[in-house]
């Protein structure tokens, strides 16, 4: 039986303030998202275009995994989260600048260049939780973390869409650009008290050490790879596409997008919170197979708005506990030394994911083969991680 509710955990003044600063920052990104969406569909970009702007959003975690990680393991905690902030204040203001499809690689570019610091805040904020803290205190963080993403993807989307529809585009990027400054404010006044680990060795020395320390621990390898499935719901580009071509008859682009999100996060938050209890290295498998069977079902319905609605809630009812189970059992596994460079490794290996599978819908969709389709060999690959989850359990953990 538990004994720790979420508010316990909220109380810990490290945990509730970086909370904080997650709600503000990830609610700003979502709430920008749908501006940049929007704006790339009123530039009439192609299918491919904006499958390439979304994976601006993923490749810096993998372009940059090794040099994040180390940067993560030696630069202080609170001196790196104001520089990222400040980063992504400055890359949003720039967002303003673009006005036509002309200027799409400029968007992609600055995209890149936030998306690089929010990648780098992240794997910060994973490796400090296991530093602080263990057992329950921190798999209900990371959920708690996972909850606070789908919550701010809802409302972030959601209003995002509305903002954008009634008012503008920059609108929004100041609404955001507002957001990341009350994220920078609350982080004044945090005060951390780690264990200093002295490195002594070089930056490339300690690359390779953990190149290294990850390549000799298989079990890892393949909870990264696990973790890594979660890609599979990268359905940004399906999702503006079915906003474009099937929903834009009912109500506007924006709209579309927000509330179909919003939707499919509310599913997010809702299942973090009540669903979590019942996910463990027992029942994994099968929470893969729901997850597969109910973007399968999705796949048959999307042509037709309310159903994809609806539908939407309940693709999103497992995710936050399949992302931060999966999360928890990497941090376990990992020797702290070596977090932060293992946590970067992790986000690589998940970004890259998420990048393949956006070119992948990109790419066929452009190519005509019909988002239905392509959304039902997603179901299936959640299908394929049940049974290579039941695998690995059978020879790692029993």
Known sequence: MSSLTYIDILKHPVVGRLTLIQFLSYFGTWFSQVAIASMLVEYEASELQIAMVFIMVMLPSVLLAPLSGLIVERIPFKKLMSILLFVEISM???????????????????????????????????????????????????????????????????????????????????????????????????????????????????????????????????LLLLHAVLGLTSFDTIITILADRNYSILLSVPLAIGLINGTRAVGLAVGGAFLSRFVNENSLHYIFAIQGVSIIIWAW??????????????????????WSYTYYMIQNATKEEFLGRVIAYNDMTFMLSNIGVTLFIGSLAKSGVAISVITLCLGMGFILSAFYYAWFRRVYLL
């Open 92 to 222: 949003t203001i720039l967002f303003m600048t673009i006005d036509s499809l002309a200027e799409v690689y400029w968007l992609m570019f600055f995209l890149f260049i936030r998306s690089s610091s929010s990648s780098m805040l992240f794997t910060a904020e994973m490796s400090l939780f296991p530093k602080i803290l263990e057992g329950e205190m921190l798999q209900k963080t990371n959920e708690i973390h996972s909850i606070v993403w789908s919550i701010c993807f809802a409302l972030g989307m959601s209003l995002g869409g509305v903002v954008t529809y009634y008012f503008s585009y920059n609108i929004t990027f100041l609404i955001d650009i507002f957001l990341y400054i009350l994220a920078t404010l609350v982080l004044v006044n945090l005060t951390i008290e780690l264990k200093i680990i002295e490195h002594t060795q070089s930056a490339i020395s300690m690359m390779k050490s953990g190149f290294f320390y990850l390549k000799s621990h298989k079990k890892l390898i393949h």
């Open 301 to 322: 319905v999307q042509h037709d708005f309310i159903n994809s609605l609806i539908l939407m809630f309940f693709v999103g009812l497992f995710m936050t506990s399949l």
